[in-house]
């Protein structure tokens, strides 16, 4: 994903959109937010406090950047544990 938009809607509202569409969704209020994803897990959902933690949740998925340094052997793990 090269690029993100935060969209609100209202109150309680938000949507995390890219150039394919949304991508996350963030519903509820104080105390409650629902960060709901809309990619490969559809109706996939946690919960937070605040929107700074739902944004940061949502940022670091995001912008996760996979690097490998020349050198190193990168760490695999097995497809049935992610």
């Known amino acids: 994903m090269h690029n993100f938009s935060v969209i ?3 109150y309680g509202h938000w949507d995390i959109v890219n150039n394919e569409g949304r991508v996350f ?3 509820g209020g ?4 629902c960060v709901i ?3 490969s897990r ?3 959902k946690t919960t937070f406090k605040t929107m700074g933690m739902c944004m940061a949740y949502i940022c670091d998925d995001l912008m996760f950047e996979l690097i490998v340094a020349d ?3 990168p760490t695999i793990i097995e497809a ?3």
């Open 8 to 10: 609100y809607r209202n």
């Open 25 to 27: 969704r963030i519903r």
């Open 30 to 33: 104080p105390g409650k937010y």
């Open 37 to 39: 994803d809309e990619r």
């Open 42 to 44: 559809p109706g996939f």
């Open 71 to 73: 050198g190193q052997n």
């Open 80 to 82: 049935w544990n992610v």
